[in-house]
């Protein structure tokens, strides 16, 4: 909004509507909702609102399309490719105030909440039924948040990832209009698969004001493990094999020697600095015996020079807090440094592959970083680390960026595994999509004719 009047008109419409206290212009509010966790560059909305509950949301909706004003929904801010960042100014609604556990349907395996709550809330609250939510990101974002970039991390290799833990979504559209995209049967034939298209689609169809997701039994034992390997070539070929022998792996990633070798430094590790897997098996307590004993034979045989196992609590926590903080033990050995997180996924057959090439272009590039990946479903990230005020260096990791893109979709891969588009995968839509992108523009003029809903993201 340029025109300082109709600004002051529109702020004043949303106190009358939501009252004073829950809509602010106050510069440093302004600012904290102007950016997120990526390396893009920053953007002021005009105004901060929050909303609590569906019907305020229609309002704020209605008065956007009045006055011709886009409108951002906006999480934890922990997004990586400017999916939250308002480029286009207007109105972003924080959903901060609608954050609660609505219902635990433990008999269905379902859960309803509100798109504020994150997941470390959701996690304590199932705790109490013997429940659990499978989809881990890593960060504490919101469920919201989550469902819009389609999430997934350490736990899809078993479980899937966001858009299959989506039973039903409620769903403010740009008119003001409030849908439910499904229900809460365990499938259906009925209709067009509405959860499939507003998953992912990063606020650019709707606001998310309810989530119905599903949710599943705590496994009654879990062990993890931490095996170190010759190459990575060999550490994707165990994984490849332990799968291929049906064990229950529920979580396998992939680090390499640089990401080790930051982790030690800020988890205070003492890790060997060799590519090596972070694994977690879920299953009873005889049958993961009897897997461990195969798991063993198999890595053995892909030159694993040791294997760890951790069965108590504390140990497990170690283990995967350690691979959780990657990220920030690069931002933390790195200070006054940005982070770009890439983030492609690829047939696990290219892996191996990809993860080599991956490598040679950082090391090209002259910047500093590291490798790792949910190797049990192809994806996998380099955090690289540079100076955002550097145009040398932003284009040396565009550089890089460009090249693992390129390589994945020559193989049948995807520029983002779960991340999102946001703006910083949107020049590759066309070359990824071809027609289909045609199609998807469609619908999102069909939705949002007036192009109000996050402009400029994921579609140009």
Known sequence: ?????????????????????RVTVNETMLEQHSSDES????????????????????EIMKLGARYDIPVVPYGYGSSLEA?????????TIDFANMNRILEVREDDFL???????????????????????????GADATLGGMAATNASGTTSVRYGIMRDQVRDLEVVLAD??????????????SGYNLNGLFVGSEGT?????????????????IMAARAEFASVDDAVDAVIAVMQAGIPIARVELVDEEAIRQMNRYSETDYQEVPTLFLELHGNEAGLQHDVQFMEEIVSDRNCSQIEFETDTAGRNKLWEARHHAAYAFIHNHPGRKQMVTDVCVPISELAGAVRDAREAVEASGLSGGIVGHVGDGNYHILLMLDPSNPMEIEKADRVNERIVSYAL????????????????????????????????????????DDLLNPGKIIE
């Open 111 to 137: 859960v309803k909440v509100q798109p504020g709550a994150t997941r470390s809330q959701l996690e304590k609250e199932l705790k109490k039924y013997g429940l659990f939510f499978t989809v881990d990101p």
């Open 39 to 58: 390396y893009h560059a920053a953007h002021l909305p005009d105004v901060v609102v929050f909303p609590k509950d569906a019907e305020e949301v229609s």
């Open 410 to 449: 020559e193989r049948g891969g995807t520029c983002t595994g779960e991340h999102g588009v946001g703006t910083g995968k949107q020049k590759y839509q066309e070359r990824e999509h071809g027609e289909a992108l045609r199609v998807m523009k469609k619908i999102k003029r069909a939705l949002d004719p």
């Open 83 to 91: 999916s939250v960042i308002p480029y286009q100014g207007g109105i």
């Open 1 to 21: 909004m340029q025109d300082t009047g109709r600004q002051m008109e529109v702020v004043e419409k949303l106190r009358e509507l939501l009252s004073a206290d």
């Open 205 to 221: 169809l709707g606001c998310f004001t309810e989530l119905t997701l599903k949710v599943i039994g705590i496994p009654e034992h």
């Open 176 to 189: 003001g209009s409030i849908i439910h995209t499904g229900s809460m049967a365990a499938k259906s034939s």
